[in-house]
């Protein structure tokens, strides 16, 4: 199972903005909004809840900076 093709958050990202697009240029039928639309507002809050993780660990995470530093005798 080591050689299942990956998706990245980029590819994610990509697929929702996908979505807005085809959305305004009128691509889908009316009786497939609801299904598009659930899976849309499934992608944004799960794309929006890897955000606040990955600003959370950034804010946890000592910097660079901070770690290099030499410690005073």
């Known amino acids: ?3 299942l093709p990956q998706l990245t958050i980029t590819d994610l990202i990509t ?7 085809a959305c ?6 009316a009786e497939e909004m609801k299904a ?4 849309y507002e499934q992608l944004s809050t799960f ?3 890897l955000k606040a993780h990955a600003e959370t660990q950034a804010e946890t995470e000592p910097s ?10």
């Open 64 to 73: 660079v900076d901070a770690v290099d530093q030499p410690q005073g005798d």
């Open 15 to 21: 697929l929702q903005q996908t979505v807005e697009i």
């Open 47 to 49: 794309l929006t809840a």
């Open 36 to 39: 598009i639309g659930t899976v």
């Open 1 to 3: 199972m080591d050689n």
């Open 24 to 29: 305004t240029r009128g691509a889908f039928r």
